[in-house]
């Protein structure tokens, strides 16, 4: 398990998320990392149907150029953020998206925001070969937030 929590692969990642919904639409008892990732899921209702059939979704390629969103990549982001403001890792991420949350008066809006954020900043790691810069991440999602 610990292999499916840091360093993942693309099956490992879809396998997760179907296996989750469908223990869920079951009634069976779920893990904690399980039962956050339903709770997006439940957010997102446009990805139910894909979820409850696990070897479509590992076969499906979603694309920008055929005007897709991954839906996992998608719900990943969402756990990410989660975990990142229950630990507060980086240090000011919790404060930045519960302002931002307020400012919206949406927690699922904010997440979506801080999404755009922690897109930008591994882009501009991967762009320019540095670490992801943290503090950047923090002053885009303080920024959002009016802060």
Request: with cysteine.
């Amino acid at each position: 398990m610990a292999a499916i929590m840091f360093n993942p692969s693309r099956e490992e990642v879809r396998r997760f998320f179907c296996d989750a919904w469908q223990k869920q639409l079951a009634g069976s008892v779920l893990t904690p990392l399980e039962a956050m990732a339903v709770d997006w899921i439940g957010e997102h209702p446009e990805y139910q149907s894909l979820l409850t059939d696990t070897e479509g979704a590992l076969a499906e390629a979603y694309t920008p150029e055929r005007g897709q969103t991954n839906p996992f990549l998608h719900l990943s982001m969402h756990l990410s953020i989660s975990e990142q403001v229950s630990i507060d890792q980086p240090p000011g991420i919790r404060a930045a998206y519960e302002a931002l949350a307020r400012r919206l008066d949406s927690p699922h809006e904010a997440q979506h925001q801080v999404m755009e954020c922690l897109g930008e900043m591994l882009w501009n790691a991967q762009r320019t070969g540095l670490p992801p810069d943290g503090q950047q991440y923090i002053d885009s999602v303080r920024r959002r937030a009016g802060a």
